[in-house]
């Protein structure tokens, strides 16, 4: 079993900063891509960032140039630090991770967390 736990989400005023962190547990080989996806009321789950075991980066067009996406391999954990917010970045935050597994053999499967909450004020 593999856990992703969230944090760092809250309420900013527009043009503010936040920082996102999410830290993957379990029975973990390696990991391959992680991220993070946002949804907001009444809108279809859209990619934020996501960044390979390499570095490799990968932004949604909304975010290009405010938002960086980061990991530290050693410690299975993603961060998104998102500057200059905007009210439509308001969303549920959602972490996710490939991440292959070693019990019973390797597999590799998509993990998600459950959400941290941003808000942002105009």
């Known amino acids: 079993q593999v856990q992703l736990v969230e944090s760092g989400g809250g309420l900013v005023q527009a043009g503010g900063s936040l920082r996102l962190s999410c830290a993957a547990s379990?029975?973990?080989?390696?990991?391959?891509?992680m991220g993070w996806y946002r949804q907001a009321p009444g809108k279809q789950r859209e990619l934020v960032a996501t960044?390979?075991?390499?570095?490799?980066?990968k932004y949604g067009d909304s975010v290009k140039d405010r938002f960086t996406v980061s990991r530290v391999n050693a410690k299975n954990t993603v961060y998104l630090q998102m500057n200059s917010l905007k009210p439509e970045d308001a969303a549920v935050y959602y972490c996710?991770?490939?991440?292959?597994?070693?019990?019973?053999?390797?597999?590799?499967?998509?993990?998600w967390g459950q959400g941290t909450q941003v808000t942002v004020s105009s």
């Open positions: 960044i390979t075991s390499g570095g490799s980066t």
């Open positions: 996710t991770a490939r991440v292959v597994t070693s019990t019973g053999g390797l597999r590799a499967d998509n993990y």
């Open positions: 379990g029975s973990i080989f390696s990991i391959n891509v």
